[in-house]
């Protein structure tokens, strides 16, 4: 015989659930905090490293391309710098996960240009994962549950608390908008240069590494600014105003 509540299910055990669920989420996104406060945006795209990592391969694919015209030269240089990282993380035993992730990333990527034989589909992949992104986060703010929410919520210690309060449910809401804008951003400017074929190659692959890392970086630092809680954002100016205009 069921004990109460196992037949529809306990709704307290189920946000439990949830909320180990998203904690366990917002731990491995990356993000970092730092002691004042604040985002640490470089920490949160894998500090320096983590940006030679994101945009190396790229960058090695665009050139060798662009200079030999040879495809497959081109992605076979890539894939070695990718998982030259890799094997490197593994010969120092940091966390290979940002590495090991963005070697099956270009692999991908390669794999689908080599298959089409057209240089431009080595960046079709990310035009799918910007897509997908996209719309998981406009599910996410229809349900009332935006992303980021999930992550900065616990990464600042309000667990799911904001959601009991409609106003915080808006700024998260925001704060998810700014992030959508910039994966859609992405897609305005890049796709229509793909679609120029080989002749927009060049100026598809420099705005895929502009608008990488360092616009995720950028938006995900407004994203933060702009959905700190009331309370932090007024003992900031006290500090401000106490410390004066030229205080650091």
Not at 87 to 106: D, H, K
């Amino acid at each position: 015989m069921s004990k109460p509540g196992e037949e529809n299910g306990d709704p307290q055990r189920d946000e439990k659930s949830f909320a180990d669920v998203a904690g366990n989420y917002a731990a491995q996104s990356g993000i970092e905090r730092r002691d004042d406060g604040q985002i640490d945006v470089l920490k949160s795209v894998g500090g320096i490293r983590g940006l030679v990592e994101g945009i190396l391969p790229g960058l090695v694919f665009l050139v060798l391309f662009t200079v030999t015209r040879q495809l497959q030269t081109a992605l076979i240089a890539s894939l070695a710098a990718a998982a030259a990282f890799t094997v490197l993380r593994l010969i120092q035993r940091t966390t290979v996960t940002q590495a090991f992730s963005g070697l099956i990333g270009v692999g991908i990527c390669a794999w689908v240009a080599n298959s089409t034989g057209e240089a431009e589909d080595f960046y079709v992949v990310g035009f799918i994962t910007n897509s997908a992104y996209i719309v998981g986060m406009l599910i996410s703010m229809a349900v009332k549950w935006p992303i980021a929410g999930l992550l900065f919520g616990f990464i600042r210690g309000e667990g799911l608390h904001w959601r009991q309060d409609r106003s915080r449910i808006r700024v998260y809401n925001l704060a998810t908008l700014i992030i959508i804008t910039v994966l859609a951003l992405r897609l305005i400017v890049q796709v229509p240069l793909y679609l120029m074929g080989e002749s927009g190659l060049v100026a598809l692959g420099t705005t895929r590494l502009i608008m990488g890392v360092p616009l995720y970086a950028l938006g995900l630092w407004v994203a933060w600014l702009i959905s700190r809680p009331k309370e932090i954002v007024e003992a900031q100016e006290r500090l401000d105003h106490h410390h004066g205009p030229d205080a650091s």
